[in-house]
């Protein structure tokens, strides 16, 4: 199934929930994305995506039911059984974290593969993985994602630092596997990297809202021109993220300008 919408006119009852899932996953995606890129280890949401991704492809060869809350369950205890190695990774060996972060997700993208080898549907399997699936998400999809996204945020705004280096991993990996399963580990991606880029050199206390927006206006002009040209929307989506960022990160003032 292609998530490309078929239609010649802006459909905001299918935009409109999608939308909402792009905004969701900005939610907590932004203040991720700068985090990390103060920590310099921009691979870390690739690879804890593929290993979410990996504990669902393993629950679905394992013939689980797909929205099935023990899928959940195995995508959530994968991410935060990756979380936790990072953890140890980054005490045991910091100065080559990144490449280790780099190797897991290799890994986990090749374990993920190995499994689909015999599953005929495999192909469209990683597909949907991958680019996702963002134009078919539920109602119900979007009131778990929000509540739990309502929590994650209330614990990173309240407690922040006192998280600790094991905290963050682990509330990392938990907005990491509610995300992917909505919009696809490319788009993960992108949400937390490419706004958290074009705002780096802003003022501290502009770059949160400016991140924000920044990604909004990424997601709503991506999804209507998916819709306008038919193409898939998850594709057209990272497309627009970049296209947005790279503009916002020429026009936003810079601090050191004054």
Same mark, same amino acid.
């Given at each position: 199934?292609?998530?490309?919408?078929?239609?010649?006119?802006?459909?905001?009852?299918?935009?409109?929930?999608?939308?909402?899932?792009?905004?969701?996953?900005?939610?907590?995606?932004?203040?991720?994305?700068?985090?990390?890129?103060?920590?310099?280890?921009?691979?870390?949401?690739?690879?804890?995506?593929?290993?979410?991704?990996?504990?669902?492809?393993?629950?679905?060869?394992?013939?689980?039911?797909?929205? &099935?809350?023990?899928?959940?369950?195995?995508?959530?205890?994968?991410?935060?059984?990756?979380?936790?190695?990072?953890?140890?990774?980054?005490?045991?060996?910091?100065?080559?974290?990144?490449?280790? %972060?780099?190797?897991?997700?290799?890994?986990?993208?090749?374990?993920?593969?190995?499994?689909?080898?015999?599953?005929?549907?495999?192909?469209?399997?990683?597909?949907?993985?991958?680019?996702?699936? %963002?134009?078919?998400?539920?109602?119900?999809?979007?009131?778990?994602?929000?509540? /739990?996204?309502?929590?994650?945020?209330?614990?990173?705004?309240?407690?922040?630092?006192?998280?600790?280096?094991?905290?963050?991993?682990?509330?990392?990996?938990?907005?990491?596997?509610?995300?992917?399963?909505?919009?696809?580990?490319?788009?993960?991606?992108?949400?937390?990297?490419?706004?958290?880029?074009?705002?780096?050199?802003?003022?501290?206390?502009?770059? /949160?809202?400016?991140?924000? /927006?920044?990604?909004?206006?990424?997601?709503?002009?991506?999804?209507?021109?998916?819709?306008?040209?038919?193409?898939?929307?998850?594709?057209?989506?990272?497309?627009?993220?970049?296209?947005?960022?790279?503009?916002? &990160?020429?026009?936003?003032?810079?601090?050191?300008?004054?």
């Amino acid at each position: 199934m292609t998530d490309a919408l078929h239609l010649h006119t802006l459909d905001w009852g299918i935009l409109g929930p999608a939308l909402m899932a792009g905004l969701l996953v900005l939610a907590t995606h932004v203040p991720l994305g700068v985090q990390v890129l103060r920590k310099g280890i921009v691979f870390i949401d690739l690879a804890i995506a593929q290993i979410a991704g990996l504990g669902v492809i393993a629950a679905s060869a394992m013939g689980w039911e797909p929205q &099935g809350l023990s899928v959940q369950a195995a995508a959530m205890g994968a991410a935060a059984a990756g979380a936790l190695l990072m953890t140890w990774m980054e005490r045991r060996w910091p100065d080559i974290q990144e490449a280790l %972060i780099g190797t897991l997700f290799v890994l986990a993208s090749c374990t993920g593969i190995l499994l689909l080898a015999g599953n005929p549907h495999g192909g469209e399997h990683l597909q949907d993985l991958l680019v996702g699936q %963002i134009l078919w998400v539920t109602p119900s999809q979007l009131l778990t994602t929000g509540a /739990l996204t309502a929590l994650l945020l209330a614990l990173w705004l309240g407690l922040g630092p006192r998280l600790g280096r094991t905290g963050f991993y682990l509330l990392f990996a938990v907005a990491v596997t509610a995300s992917v399963q909505l919009v696809g580990v490319y788009l993960v991606f992108s949400s937390l990297i490419m706004p958290a880029l074009a705002v780096r050199l802003a003022r501290p206390r502009w770059q /949160l809202p400016l991140a924000w /927006l920044t990604g909004a206006l990424a997601y709503a002009s991506g999804l209507s021109l998916s819709a306008w040209l038919d193409l898939p929307s998850g594709a057209v989506v990272v497309v627009a993220m970049a296209a947005v960022s790279l503009l916002a &990160g020429g026009l936003i003032p810079h601090s050191r300008d004054g």
